[in-house]
Nanobody
Framework: QVQLVESGGGLVQAGGSLRLSCAAS?????????MGWFRQAPGKEREFVSA????????YYADSAKGRFTISRDNAKNTVYLQMNSLKPEDTAVYYC????????????????WGQGTQVTVSS
């Protein structure tokens, strides 16, 4: 049974930082999965935030995340991270990690497995 479990969300003031983690279990050969982070704010569609290739040598970011967020992965620990700096109130959302058993995608519908999400709230 595949499980993706996010952690690290919380309440932070604008300009602050958070580090999200996503621990995967039940995935055979974690390193064959591209991993992505998406977010969904109330009343809005789920949107792409960042993704990382299977080996970790290539990363992708939404324009809103470039220069502020950093995605990384530790295949030995079956974990992917999202370091978020200079947070803004508009970053407030539930953040989800997702796994795709092939190349990365910016489309949430193309991911095979999802976590339950972790709430990030940025106060102004």
């Amino acid at each position: 049974q595949v499980q993706l479990v996010e952690s690290g969300g919380g309440l932070v003031q604008a300009g602050g930082s958070l580090r999200l983690s996503c621990a995967a279990s039940g995935l055979s050969f974690f390193s064959i999965y591209a991993m992505g982070w998406f977010r969904q704010a109330p009343g809005k569609e789920r949107e792409f935030v960042s993704a990382i290739s299977r080996s970790g040598d290539t990363t992708y970011y939404a324009d809103s995340a470039k220069g502020r967020f950093t995605i990384s992965r530790d295949n030995a620990k079956n974990t992917v991270y999202l370091q978020m700096n200079s947070l803004k109130p508009e970053d407030t959302a539930v953040y989800y990690c997702a796994a795709r058993g092939t190349q990365y995608s910016r489309s949430w519908s193309e991911y095979n497995y999802w976590g339950q999400g972790t709430q990030v709230t940025v106060s102004s």
